[in-house]
Nanobody, 121 residues
Framework: QVQLVESGGGLVQPEGSVRLSCAASGTIFRIYAMAWYRQAPGEQRELVAHITGSGGITYKDSVKGRFTISRDPAKNTVYLQMNSLKPEDTAVYYC???????????????WGQGTQVTVSS
């Protein structure tokens, strides 16, 4: 069974920083990409940042210059460094991974349980 576990969320002041971590475990042949999504109350889930196995990165426009996604392939872990946080960044942040379980296996998306980030003074 594949499991994604997020950590690092919590309460942070505006202009503050926090780093989220997400570790994927289980029987995994290949990870094609990992990403961070977020969902605020009353809003749909949206992509925040995405990183491929080859290092290609995509960000939501509103977080460019403030957030940085990175990965540690040896640990099957992805990070999201969030700086200059704003109240509108408040949301549940979800980690996802697109991966295959075998060489010939399909590419499947897995999701973590989410971690709350609250930006407030």
């Amino acid at each position: 069974q594949v499991q994604l576990v997020e950590s690092g969320g919590g309460l942070v002041q505006p202009e503050g920083s926090v780093r989220l971590s997400c570790a994927a475990s289980g029987t995994i042949f290949r990870i094609y990409a990992m990403a961070w999504y977020r969902q605020a109350p009353g809003e749909q889930r949206e992509l925040v940042a995405h990183i491929t196995g080859s290092g290609g990165i995509t960000y939501k426009d509103s977080v460019k210059g403030r957030f940085t996604i990175s990965r540690d392939p040896a640990k099957n872990t992805v990070y999201l460094q969030m700086n200059s946080l704003k109240p509108e960044d408040t949301a549940v942040y979800y980690c996802s991974a697109d991966l295959s379980l075998t060489f010939d296996g399909a590419r499947i998306s897995y999701w973590g349980q989410g971690t709350q980030v609250t930006v407030s003074s």
